[in-house]
């Protein structure tokens, strides 16, 4: 995956009407294909009486995964367009499942694609569209005198202190982008006189404040 990606803060769901017919769409954010559709289960499951339950998902598993169902509705005219509302907002490791209840009028192909398409899109948009970017963990260990000057330091740049443990030294591990790891670890350096130990962790994805 890239640096950085965008995917959706949490659940949400909504009520779309058209023509008496009820579109509830639901969106939860997912990390791996396998939660995507226990998800997708759980929903099909849940409201077995409805008349469609629609999904599409689009998860990033070592390579881009994106499925679709029109669960019985017209070829193309439900999971496309769910799909498609996923792709043009950008997001990935996200699953949108739409239950419909027929409200007696027939929508025909184009009122389909715009009733999914936008039911779909409203969900995203309310579990709130975030930035995810790939951060390194530094853990820095330093005698106890440098804590203030390591914290504002930290606080200067704009990095986050993801740990902080008071043992016989101190424990500090720090998020740091990839590409500004050498220029912080010097200036971590210049700031406790070279008296520090360093380590790089395993990587991990965090919300922007952007």
């Known amino acids: 995956m890239n640096n950085e990606y965008k995917t959706v803060l949490g659940e949400a769901e909504i009520l779309y009407e058209e023509k008496k017919s009820k579109f509830i769409s639901r969106v939860v954010p997912v990390s791996k294909e396998r939660e995507a559709i226990d998800f997708i289960d759980s929903i099909k499951e849940r409201y077995r009486d409805a008349t469609h339950n629609v999904y599409a998902y689009s998860v990033y598993e070592d390579v881009l995964l994106q ?19 996923i792709v043009r907002l950008g997001v990935v490791n996200v699953a949108v499942v739409t239950t419909r209840y027929f409200g007696g009028t027939l929508l025909g192909a184009a009122g389909l694609i715009r009733a999914y398409g936008k ?32 914290q504002n330091l930290v606080q200067k740049i704009g ?5 902080l443990v008071y043992d ?5 591990v720090v998020q740091v982008p990839k590409e500004e790891k050498l220029n912080f670890i010097t200036k971590v350096v210049d700031e406790t006189n070279n008296r520090i130990l360093w380590e790089e962790l395993d990587g991990v994805y965090v919300a922007s404040d952007d």
């Open 67 to 85: 499925r679709f169902s029109d669960d019985g509705e017209p070829s193309g005219t439900s999971g496309k367009p769910t799909l498609e509302s």
């Open 119 to 150: 039911s779909a899109q409203l969900a995203i948009e309310k579990a709130k569209v975030i930035k995810m970017v790939y951060r390194i963990n530094i853990k820095l260990i330093f005698e106890y005198n440098y804590i203030g000057k390591l």
């Open 159 to 163: 990095y986050r202190i993801d740990k």
């Open 168 to 172: 016989i030294d101190v424990e500090m």
